[in-house]
């Protein structure tokens, strides 16, 4: 497909900073997140050099080199170390286009083969988050359920529709 | 219209033929009852510790584990604890949800009494835990009879989540079921 030619993963730098505070400001983006908008170009670098930079599966999505978007993978421990948690986001500007499902058929694809044991690669979308629920379904994800009142985000408890993918599961192309 | 008293048929409130148990915490002194299900393969094949191999181990497991739990209760019937419910609240911002599992003494199992349990659990967490939403519940999609227990109990069929957890080396699918303070739940509907 065009977009996954034009779609790469990276780890991410802080010299990403800008590109970052683009889409990490965007109420638009951060609409259906836990997290809030940033406001502070300086919270966003220590989040970048705490959490994102050291993070064993973080990855800038990126169009031509450059970020346009993050995608991440919460690798389960002890009992749930068979299973990750996938997240996602992408700046407006470049929505509509089939990069962000791209890029999770391309994550789904490295880290069945980095992360041994991992057998379940899982996402949690909002019930009116429809645009993501999309993503999710064109990238071969099974559409499990909905967990009901399953996470607080801006102060109200949401459904959640669970997704999966089982690294036996054919990859859609 | 004048009803006939002994016409009214008798009352089909499954409820009532559940037993009477009671819940209470759990003592050391408990260890010789919590041994019989704890060290039966047949009661812990669908849960991630393995059977409890010694008294010694059930002990400390107890001191270890259990008394310190924030909500642990021993089920009982006539007062002779018979099996174990326990609810692990979420942390943090996930406070207002909890998960629970149970197990009962196989000698027990096929009476209804995990049911009443289930019952009198959710009745007593959700008073005790005022800012509590959901109680959530999973059972391996090769435990029907604890799937049974939890739709008696008025908990939902959310979905099926495959290779959800590891258990005993191997990952396992899983039925995850959910009942919510303000409902709807499956005796809603």
């Known amino acids: ?173 | 219209m004048q009803t006939d008293s002994s016409a009214v048929p008798p009352n089909h409130d499954h409820r009532k033929q559940e037993p009477e148990i009671t819940l209470r915490p759990f003592d050391l002194s408990d260890v010789g009852a919590f041994m019989t299900w704890a060290s039966d393969p047949r009661v812990t094949r669908f849960q991630r510790r393995g059977p409890c191999t010694s008294e010694e181990d059930a002990r400390r497991y107890l001191a270890d584990h259990v008394l310190p739990h924030p909500w642990y209760r021993a089920i009982c019937v006539d007062g002779r604890p018979v099996g174990s419910i326990n609810a692990k609240p979420g942390q943090g911002e996930e406070r207002f949800k909890a998960s629970i599992a149970y197990r009962l003494a196989y000698q027990h199992w096929g009476r209804g009494i995990a049911t009443a349990a289930l019952r009198a659990a959710v009745s007593s967490l959700l008073e005790e835990w005022p800012h509590l939403e959901r109680l959530e519940a999973i059972a391996e999609v090769e435990n029907p009879a604890s799937q049974r227990v939890l739709e008696k109990a008025g908990f939902l069929r959310e979905g099926l989540l495959r290779k959800y957890v590891m258990l005993h080396g191997k990952s396992r699918d899983v039925v995850m079921y959910s009942l919510l303070a303000t409902g709807p739940n499956s005796d809603d509907i």
């Open chain 1, 1 to 173: 497909m065009a977009e996954e030619r034009e779609i790469t993963l990276r780890r991410f730098d802080l010299s990403d900073l800008d590109d970052y505070m683009v889409w990490a400001s965007d109420d638009r983006v951060t609409a259906f997140c836990r997290w809030d908008s940033y406001t502070d170009k300086e919270d966003l670098r220590r989040y970048m050099r705490e959490t994102v930079l050291p993070h064993p599966w973080f990855r800038a999505i990126c169009l031509g080199g450059r970020p346009i978007g993050a995608l991440s993978v919460e690798l389960g421990v002890g009992c749930d170390c068979c299973k990750g948690e996938l997240g996602y986001v992408l700046a407006t500007a470049h929505w509509g286009r089939g990069y962000a499902t791209a890029a999770v058929k391309m994550a789904v694809r490295s880290v069945f083969q980095e992360v041994e044991g991992l057998e379940r690669v899982e996402a949690l979308v909002d019930v009116d988050n429809k645009g993501s629920q999309r993503v999710l379904e064109k990238a071969g994800f099974v559409r499990e359920g909905v967990l009901r009142k399953s996470m607080v985000s801006k102060g109200r408890t949401r459904d959640l529709v669970m997704f999966s993918f089982i690294s036996t599961d054919a990859s859609v192309d």
